[in-house]
């Protein structure tokens, strides 16, 4: 590293205008391949060339390499570029979309994935990713679920600091590791209907509570930057919120890093009806604590007038220039500015079996099994197999971002892992209808008829039905929000007719986001969500049907009934008129055409075998207030257990959750809360103590006015296979000094 010193001697020696091309990212290429900036210039502007401080979505090692070089000899004061790029869910080796990911309930495992991405990235020249998305969702229209770790704040919480780890190791400038930048601050998730790039309203408590815990987890975890959203919160964007981004992130959270502002944000603020040009743009962005405006270029084409004009402080420049430099330093570029860009390890790194092998295994473990009745899985050895479904054949198993580095050439389809998996007596093939896609309403597509008449036919040949249906992945994403979460027309018909077949079903779904999927359970002996598998898809999807891996997946996100549910969310509020019985009830909390709550809660999943759990042992039920001193160490105030036991006749592995309520507070909290889960693998008959320890921290909650606090009275503890458990135990935690009535 050089060090502080050397960077500030170096920004002394910086004219405003390097300055502002520093405070500027570029897209990587033009459509014709040819490097922006560099070879002709977004703004066909040779002096961006040698100054520009980042581009977008540049890799590969050969060409990182020469680009590199390009700039380095242009550069006076030789300061490397900076090769970003979205690298959310693997690079060349797709892993399953980042929901998937969450699925697995295995934080470790997608750290290992993040690992694993890093090391492809590098070596293909990328020093910075804009990965973790740590926006808690909660509305399954919204496109970018498939992005995020779900909708509850410690599952997304553990997967932020997860992804954060695995990218940048504890030493961003080791080989192979990357820098992360975690998105988008703050409360993206809520926008308004799911609809992209919509206003969201939330509350401070909410911020504090639901929304801010994953971006907390992902600073902790030092990464190393932060993006800010792009819609308005309570009419102000994040990209020009002060309070935001210099009040909260810098000055009460402590976040060190480099802000980078989204795709064309800045400019944006023009379209969100708070700046009448790019100049005001530039000039709030930077009052807000932008540090680099990505694409556009209202901070190359403005900060020198606004710098004369008296309008901005060169201070304010030279803060953000320190922080961008920091970061490449930070990164060991000005040492090595081709870090681990490398044709030859690139060469043995992408795709590698090693990689692949990760991937299949993620594949199976992110997979959830929603129904399976009668056991028609795991399928037997001597079950001949109708395989049928316009995304069994297909190599659509990785969502948009993955595609950003990732080829669909390279995965394996479902079709090619069960015919190649030998455990199978027969697999028999028919597309049965074709895959749609909504973001393309003028694409004309085959007749389906005869394509389900085939289908018809060869599910009579066979004794199991493997239907795999889903959402063509173009809709979800960004920019992918849907306002019907079903699945797709002709896949619904597909299943019907098949339904009226007489043969076991067994249904595998691909999406982005949970869909709603009542009646397709409804036509299923079997529900297998799969999500976006990845690169190995095929053969993770493979190993669940046939055993050889046991579904443990467990839904991050709860499935509505139908669209017009969502939002739902386990965690939400608890109202003045609860539907507790479960059917639809008069003046009470719901809707007059469905039952209360979801289809599949968040936490469930099965296995293929069963699991028991005995009532909530409690290690104390009244329990003296803690000190400051306990609080602060973490000290167990409690421990909740159950037994567990494996009643079925196969291995299997269960996620023991535990939920904790705050029965009555200052403020109303959330009817339950996930604290802790524990994934537990028994053998048939095995039996095992499952405990938890409850600690201050898992009790407190964010107050607005107070700030963080933890308060005496009732509290109950849940323990059980998901967030419907009824199964609890209640403990009193009692005033300092008090007794359970509060003396
Ligand atoms: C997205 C970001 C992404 C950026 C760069 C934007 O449209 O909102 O999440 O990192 O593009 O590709």
């Known amino acids: 590293?050089?060090?502080?010193?050397?960077?500030?001697?170096?920004?002394?020696?910086?004219?405003?205008?390097?300055?502002?091309?520093?405070?500027?990212?570029?897209?990587?290429?033009?459509?014709?391949?040819?490097?922006?900036?560099?070879?002709?210039?977004?703004?066909?502007?040779?002096?961006?060339?040698?100054?520009?401080?980042?581009?977008?979505?540049?890799?590969?090692?050969?060409?990182?390499?020469?680009?590199?070089?390009?700039?380095?000899?242009?550069?006076?004061?030789?300061?490397?570029?900076?090769?970003?790029?979205?690298?959310?869910?693997?690079?060349?080796?797709?892993?399953?979309?980042?929901?998937?990911?969450?699925?697995?309930?295995?934080?470790?495992?997608?750290?290992?994935?993040?690992?694993?991405?890093?090391?492809?990235?590098?070596?293909?020249?990328?020093?910075?990713?804009?990965?973790?998305?740590?926006?808690?969702?909660?509305?399954?229209?919204?496109?970018?679920?498939?992005?995020?770790?779900?909708?509850?704040?410690?599952?997304?919480?553990?997967?932020?600091?997860?992804?954060?780890?695995?990218?940048?190791?504890?030493?961003?400038?080791?080989?192979?590791?990357?820098?992360?930048?975690?998105?988008?601050?703050?409360?993206?998730?809520?926008?308004?209907?799911?609809?992209?790039?919509?206003?969201?309203?939330?509350?401070?408590?909410?911020?504090?509570?639901?929304?801010?815990?994953?971006?907390?987890?992902?600073?902790?975890?030092?990464?190393?930057?932060?993006?800010?959203?792009?819609?308005?919160?309570?009419?102000?964007?994040?990209?020009?919120?002060?309070?935001?981004?210099?009040?909260?992130?810098?000055?009460?959270?402590?976040?060190?890093?480099?802000?980078?502002?989204?795709?064309?944000?800045?400019?944006?603020?023009?379209?969100?009806?708070?700046?009448?040009?790019?100049?005001?743009?530039?000039?709030?962005?930077?009052?807000?604590?932008?540090?680099?405006?990505?694409?556009?270029?209202?901070?190359?084409?403005?900060?020198?007038?606004?710098?004369?004009?008296?309008?901005?402080?060169m201070e304010q420049l030279d803060n953000a220039v320190e922080r961008i430099l920091t970061l490449k330093d930070e990164l060991g570029l000005f040492e090595n500015p081709y870090k681990d860009a490398d044709p030859e390890a690139e060469q043995k790194l992408l795709l590698c079996p090693a990689h692949r092998q990760l991937a299949r295994e993620a594949a199976a473990n992110s997979a959830v099994l929603l129904k399976n009745e009668g056991g028609v899985l795991p399928l037997r050895p001597s079950d001949k197999i109708a395989l049928i479904g316009p995304l069994s054949h297909s190599r659509k198993l990785i969502d948009t971002w993955g595609l950003v580095n990732s080829d669909e050439k390279d995965c394996v389809t479902v079709k090619q892992a069960l015919l190649g998996c030998g455990q199978l007596s027969g697999v028999l093939h028919a597309p049965g209808c074709c895959l749609k896609n909504d973001c393309e309403p003028d694409a004309v597509y085959p007749d389906d008829a005869p394509l389900m008449e085939e289908a018809l036919a060869l599910a009579e040949e066979c004794d199991k039905i493997v239907l795999v249906l889903g959402e063509h992945p173009d809709m979800s994403g960004e920019s992918g929000s849907r306002s019907h979460i079903d699945l797709p027309d002709n896949q619904m018909e597909l299943l019907s007719r098949l339904s009226q077949a007489g043969k076991p079903i067994v249904t595998v779904v691909l999406a982005g986001r949970p869909l709603a999927l009542t009646r397709a359970s409804q036509l299923s002996d079997a529900l297998l969500y799969a999500w976006y598998p990845g690169t190995e898809g095929g053969n993770g999807i493979a190993d669940v049907l046939t055993g050889k891996t046991g579904p443990s997946g467990r839904l991050p996100m709860s499935f509505p009934r139908s669209s017009g549910q969502c939002p739902i969310y386990y965690n939400h509020l608890p109202t003045g008129r609860p539907n507790r019985s479960g059917a639809y009830e008069r003046f009470k909390n719901g809707y007059v055409d469905q039952p209360p709550g979801p289809l599949y809660p968040f936490g469930y999943g099965l296995t293929y075998t069963r699991f028991s759990y005995s009532p909530v042992r409690l290690s104390a039920r009244q329990i003296p207030f803690p000190s400051q001193g306990a609080q602060a160490g973490g000290d167990a105030l409690l421990t909740a257990e159950v037994t567990l036991k494996n009643e079925g006749s196969r291995p299997g592995t269960e996620t023991v959750q535990l939920y904790l309520q705050d029965v009555a507070a200052q403020r109303s909290r959330p009817v339950r809360l996930l604290k802790g889960f524990s994934r537990e693998t028994l053998a048939p008959g095995e039996s095992r103590t499952v405990r938890f320890s409850v600690t201050a921290d898992m009790l407190t909650y964010y107050l607005p006015g107070s700030g963080h606090v933890l308060e005496p009275g009732a509290f109950r503890a849940f323990i059980g296979p998901d967030s419907e458990t009824r199964s609890f135990a209640e403990f009193f935690l009692l005033q300092e000094g008090g007794d359970e009535n509060g003396m």
């Open 1 to 313: 590293m050089i060090g502080k010193e050397r960077i500030r001697e170096l920004i002394s020696r910086m004219t405003v205008r390097e300055k502002a091309a520093e405070m500027s990212q570029l897209w990587g290429e033009n459509p014709d391949g040819t490097l922006m900036g560099l070879e002709q210039g977004i703004h066909r502007d040779p002096f961006l060339d040698a100054n520009a401080g980042s581009l977008l979505g540049y890799y590969g090692a050969e060409r990182t390499i020469r680009a590199q070089k390009m700039h380095l000899e242009k550069n006076r004061h030789k300061i490397p570029l900076l090769f970003m790029t979205d690298v959310i869910h693997g690079f060349k080796t797709a892993f399953p979309s980042v929901l998937g990911l969450a699925a697995t309930w295995n934080p470790k495992l997608a750290e290992q994935t993040a690992a694993v991405a890093a090391a492809e990235a590098a070596s293909s020249g990328v020093c910075v990713t804009f990965s973790p998305m740590a926006d808690l969702v909660r509305d399954a229209r919204w496109g970018r679920v498939t992005e995020s770790a779900g909708e509850d704040p410690y599952l997304n919480a553990l997967f932020a600091a997860a992804f954060v780890r695995g990218y940048q190791g504890d030493d961003v400038s080791a080989p192979g590791k990357i820098a992360s930048c975690v998105k988008h601050f703050a409360g993206y998730g809520a926008a308004e209907g799911g609809r992209d790039y919509d206003s969201v309203q939330i509350g401070e408590a909410s911020l504090w509570n639901d929304y801010l815990p994953p971006f907390l987890a992902a600073m902790e975890a030092g990464c190393k930057l932060l993006m800010p959203a792009f819609h308005t919160m309570d009419g102000v964007p994040c990209t020009a919120s002060r309070e935001l981004l210099t009040g909260l992130l810098r000055d009460r959270l402590g976040f060190t890093g480099t802000v980078i502002s989204d795709c064309t944000a800045v400019w944006e603020l023009i379209c969100h009806g708070v700046c009448a040009d790019e100049k005001e743009a530039a000039l709030a962005a930077v009052g807000a604590g932008v540090d680099i405006e990505m694409v556009s270029s209202s901070f190359y084409d403005n900060l020198e007038s606004l710098l004369a004009e008296g309008k901005m402080t």
